[in-house]
């Protein structure tokens, strides 16, 4: 695996790194992350309350306490990070999940402890450390990029910032980001267009933003590239990425009103989250398309053509894709029943009876199924995986489906507000138990009925090493950053 | 850290123990939890309200425990990060099946799953979500460092049993994917298959590929592809030693013989024309077992049709028109109507040819064809066929065959440049050396679970074995491709029970019905006793036949071989060369 800013690799994804402990690259790439927070939190004026944790109230107090804690937090993840893959864009995701696990381990639970008071856990608290959720955020951030630099420095520093990226991967990036981010644009109205976003408006910014979002996809893609379903779901912590550090952060603070992290500022900002959810996945799909589109018309070594051709296994996983769909809209059934949503769906089709709603729900469950089929066959290794790409595809079927194409079919518009959020929660919760039963069953299905990954001779060998791959990439990661975002964020804004 | 990391000095946990470390993680996480909501007063709320603060405490302990168990089970983690990130996700998923789901019904108020009730148990979430983190860290912990229960299989245990199954026809194919099925649920065997060709051939539509309706190969599933967990030897078996437990097989490219040594022998030979000494048969007719046989009786038909052209006697373009089919079972009578179809077909870019010219005859020894249906059906496919112009000479037999012409019993002496021969068929000869149990035909005869008695670990399904109907007194199974698929999946069935060491079970089935096509338009059909025929029972066939040859590739290609030949007419380029050498009729009459 290689990415932006990979040097020469071994085929395990382990690069020519330094020798150094990679507790001591974490702790030195943790105080990187944490001065980067700790102007974030000289910014918002929240560095005495670090300094209370020495019974202290000075500002400069707090930063040192706050950098040695940044150190020993960096120093954790640079451990945790040892046997992982080294490419930067991995680095990143598991950076990012690792900022959001401390904000919760931190700020509401240790930091409380350790200067006398109780755990922070009620839904106030959470929401006044708000701003510490998108500093921890910026850390993990921060550090895991310096760690991937870290790692790479020592024995051939100038090499280390050669980037890996092709310019073919770069304007196929554009190319796929320009697609998604007029793809949208046609489908909602100005004020949520991609532009919009991050502060623009026209289609020459959308346009822009798009590219912007797709040539950044192309940095963070890793090698060789993904299938579609995982580049959809890594686009979409991309685009959660996208609204904290572009909409949250960059964009107020380039137009000089300062860090966009209070409360109030995130729920006014909220309508960037779904649109840049919905674009960065959507260019994550197009470019791992783009990709094997330009292999299948102009590549002329047969080695590199998919195996049987999309014939042979895709239409075997369209029919799993059924199975599973139907297992996974059968167990949001239950829920839809519970709280009366069947009426709403049948309405997609002029009726109003809950019996409509279960045959137009199943129907779309099906045809959900289906998708996840062709755009997830052959990648879950174990239930675990299974679990993952299956919930974290339901949530962003909550962002497509429940709030932006059902009040769009219905005649509305899109509801990317925090009253919405609010009112589609029950909604949410049922995508997500969706897409577990979605994800489980298909690869129950795919097991029992081709079990893929085993050959002739090397069978067992050949699954362990698929499934020791995916640990070592990002996608648990990137599976439950998605889960913590689609399950706390709401919460927290409403 | 270097079991669950992979390191392949060290064997990798069992799912059990992951889960058993799952469950111990899950308990000392959240009793860290569980110590932090006690000293904020929150276990009342949690424990189902009105409970004792006990009765919350191991409420949430058992909680805990549950979901370190499951989080173990399903994640088998390979590295720590993973094992964090698969911890939080439980945590995470967790909350929303306790939190928000069971406890409401467990204090009887229904869930909502509303965002208010959400925020409520708001604490729990994070509870949650750092009891899952925490038992991820543990699970990891405790799978890499305790101590292995399972030991390392000792190296007998590393070769599984070898399976052989010989014949690439539907019973043997049948039992090569079942057992790859079972396989992949665990069972550990190895299997070999062995064959002449290397495709398994769906033998109902072979008639189609002779009139050219269907190209070739496209009603052949390679094996590699339909079995691709099986090792593929193409190659003729040249004798069986049962004792040894060896088979001798050549090579069908090299000729070079090979001995496969197998723990359980699969025989799934189906069967071989039975030209029944007939002189001349052998040698000047055109059998229906083979891909080469249907493409040979095409181009030879083709050629004929050309030949007969250039002909200007009337009765020699007449004697080289002629086609006689032997057999009036479901074979014969399609390959007749078929060949009927064909040649009219066609016969627009021959402008010599009258329509009078082609004259097709089917020869069957009984006074009805059609055996395997009811009396009406039968007489209704007799009919059909006869009003478009083919003979039945019913009650008769072919006696002898050579270039140019057969001899009828009776002496008498049809010209013809083509014989199909469909009128019977008999067990691999590779069987009769084979020192077991066989019925008059030379099929092996096997009991109800398809073992062959008194030999252990053999086996046989398909044309070449007597397989008793326990539901019609133990009179044999017929030789259908619908019982050999039935019969191969309970014989691997059965074999994967004798492995695990449990009692085979006996094979049952009954036939779904019997369908035959009656050329452009036109079949028969008996499913579950009612009867179908004309138009309807033609799609049924098309139906039917299509769904159960193998493969979507396959499907798909016969599907738009059909749709072609709805839109064009049928291909009438010859591909090779299919002439018959001559032999005079006293040689083949004395």
């Known amino acids: 695996m290689t990415s932006a800013l990979d040097v020469d690799q071994d085929r395990t994804g382990h690069g020519r790194g330094v020798a150094a402990h990679p507790g001591v690259l974490g702790a030195i790439a943790g105080i990187v992350g944490g001065a980067a927070f700790g102007a974030a939190m000289a910014d918002l004026g929240a560095l005495p309350s670090v300094a209370s944790i020495v019974r202290a109230d000075s500002p400069s107090v707090g930063l040192a306490v706050h950098m040695t804690i940044a150190a020993l937090v960096g120093a954790g993840f640079g451990l945790l990070m040892a046997n992982q893959r080294q490419d930067a864009s991995d680095t990143l995701f598991w950076g990012l999940s690792y900022g959001a696990a401390w904000w919760f381990l931190g700020p509401l639970t240790l930091l409380p402890f350790l200067t006398g008071r109780p755990p922070a856990w009620d839904l106030a608290a959470a929401q006044r450390a708000v701003p510490s959720l998108f500093g921890h955020l910026l850390f993990g951030v921060v550090t895991a990029l310096a760690l991937a630099v870290l790692r790479r420095t020592g024995d051939r520093p100038r090499v280390a910032w050669r980037p890996a990226v092709t310019m073919g991967e770069l304007s196929r990036g554009a190319l796929a980001g320009a697609f998604a981010a007029l793809g949208i644009a046609l489908l909602v109205p100005d004020n949520l267009s991609p532009a919009a976003a991050l502060g623009g408006t026209g289609w020459g910014r959308t346009l822009a933003v798009g590219v912007l979002v797709g040539v950044g996809f192309a940095f963070l893609s890793p090698h060789p590239p993904e299938r579609g379903g995982p580049a959809l779901v890594r686009g979409s912590a991309y685009g959660f990425l996208w609204w904290v550090m572009g909409t949250l952060t960059l964009v107020p603070l380039l137009s000089g009103d300062g860090l966009a992290w209070s409360l109030e500022a995130t729920r006014e900002r909220f309508p960037a989250f779904p649109g840049l959810i919905l674009l960065a996945s959507t260019a994550g799909v197009w470019f791992s398309w783009l990709g094997r589109a330009a292999t299948a018309l102009f590549s002329d070594d047969v080695r590199r053509a998919e195996g049987e051709g999309p014939g042979t296994r895709g239409l075997r996983a369209i029919g799993r894709g059924v199975l599973a769909g139907l297992a996974g809209g059968l167990v949001f059934t239950v829920l839809m029943i519970q709280i009366g949503y069947l009426p709403t769906v049948a309405r997609l089709v002029g009726a109003g009876s809950p019996s409509a709603g279960l045959v137009v729900h199943l129907l779309i469950s099906l045809v959900i199924g289906v998708s996840y089929a062709l755009l997830f066959r052959g990648r879950s290794f174990d239930s675990g995986s299974a679990l993952g790409w299956g919930v974290t595809y339901g949530f962003l079927w909550w962002v497509l489906g429940a709030l932006t194409l059902l009040p769009l079919l219905l005649g509305g518009q899109p509801q990317w507000n925090v009253t919405a959020v609010v009112a589609t929660f029950p909604s949410l919760v049922g995508h997500l138990a969706f897409g577990g039963a979605l994800g489980l069953t298909y690869r129950r299905l795919e097991t029992a009925s081709g079990p893929w990954w085993i050959s002739r001779t090397d069978g067992e060998a050949a699954q362990a090493f698929e499934r020791r791959q995916l640990a070592l990439g990002s996608a648990p990661a990137v599976w439950a950053l998605v889960v913590l975002m689609a399950v706390t964020v709401p919460l927290i804004i409403a | ?590």
């Not at chain 2, 094992?83 to 789901?101: D, E, K, P």
């Not at chain 2, 208010?116 to 604490?123: D, I, L, R, S, Y």
């Not at chain 2, 899952?132 to 007998?156: E, H, I, M, Q």
């Not at chain 2, 099929?443 to 074995?465: E, H, R, Y």
Request: aromatic share 6%.
């Open chain 2, 1 to 590: 850290m270097s079991v669950a990391t992979g390191d392949p000095g060290r064997q990798r946990a069992t799912r059990g123990e992951f889960a058993i470390a799952g469950a111990v993680a899950g308990f000392l996480a959240g009793a860290a939890v569980v110590v932090v909501l006690v000293r904020q007063g929150m276990v009342d709320t949690m424990a189902a309200g009105p409970g004792p603060d006990v009765v919350g405490v191991l409420v949430l302990l058992v909680g805990a425990t549950v979901t370190g168990a499951a989080c173990g089970w399903v994640t088998q983690p390979e590295a720590l990060p993973a094992a964090v990130s698969g911890g939080l996700l439980f945590g995470l998923l967790g909350w929303i099946c306790w939190w928000l789901t069971a406890l409401p019904l467990v204090l009887g108020v229904s869930p909502t799953w509303s965002a208010t009730q959400a925020g409520e148990v708001f604490p729990y979430l994070i509870g949650s979500i750092l009891h899952g983190g925490a038992t991820g860290v543990l699970l990891y912990l405790l799978v890499d460092r305790l101590p292995r229960k399972v030991p390392v299989p000792p190296p007998s245990e590393g070769v599984p049993p070898r399976v052989l199954v010989i014949g690439g026809g539907f019973a043997g194919v049948a039992v090569a994917r079942r057992l790859e099925r079972l396989s992949a649920r665990g069972l550990r065997v190895d299997v070999t298959l062995v064959s002449e060709s290397n495709y398994l051939l769906f033998t109902p539509m072979l008639a189609e590929v002779a009139s050219s309706a269907i190209q070739a190969t496209h009603i052949a599933s390679p094996v590699r592809a339909s079995c691709p967990l099986t090792r593929f030897r193409r190659g003729t078996v040249d004798a069986i030693d049962l004792e040894r437990r060896v088979v001798q097989v050549s090579a069908s490219h090299t000729g070079e013989t090979d001995h496969l040594e197998y723990d359980q022998l699969v025989i799934a030979l189906g069967s071989e024309p039975n030209y029944l000494g007939l002189a001349g048969v052998a040698e000047h007719s055109f059998s229906l077992k083979s891909l080469s046989d249907a493409t040979r009786l095409r181009n030879h038909t083709l050629t004929l049709l050309d030949r007969a052209e250039g002909e200007c006697d009337a009765d020699e373009r007449r004697r080289l028109l002629t086609f006689v089919v032997a057999g009036g079972g479901f074979a014969g009578v399609e390959m007749a109507a078929e060949l009927f179809d064909f040649v009219h077909g066609v016969r627009r870019y021959y402008p010599v040819i009258g329509p009078d010219d082609p004259r097709f005859v089917l020869v069957h020894p009984r006074d009805r064809i059609l055996p395997e249906l009811s009396t009406e059906l039968a007489a209704y496919a007799q009919r059909r066929l006869e009003a478009r112009g083919i003979e039945f000479l019913l009650g008769r037999r072919v006696a002898g065959a050579g270039a140019g012409f057969v001899i009828l019993d009776g002496q008498e002496v049809v010209g013809t440049e083509t014989l199909v021969w469909t009128a019977g068929t008999q067990p691999n000869a590779a069987l009769a050396a084979l020192a077991v149990d066989k019925n008059r035909a030379g099929a092996l005869k096997v009991d109800a679970t398809l073992a062959v008695p008194g030999v252990a670990g053999l086996w046989a399904a398909g044309d070449c074995a007597e397989v008793p109907d326990l539901d019609r007194d133990g009179a044999p199974h017929p030789p259908t491709a619908q019982h050999a698929l039935r019969e191969g999946k309970a014989l691997a069935d059965n074999i994967a029970a004798v492995l695990r060491g449990e009692e085979p079970s006996p094979f049952r089935f009954r036939a779904i019905g019997t369908l035959v096509a009656l050329g452009r338009r036109t079949a028969a059909a008996e499913i579950r006793g009612h009867r179908f025929s004309g138009l309807l029972a033609w799609l049924m066939w098309r139906a039917i036949y299509l769904g159960k040859l193998p493969g979507i590739e396959k499907k798909v290609r016969v599907l738009l071989d059909w749709g072609i030949e709805e839109a064009f007419p049928r291909d009438t380029v010859v591909t090779a060369s299919a002439e018959v050498g001559p032999v005079e009729p006293s040689a083949v009459l004395s």
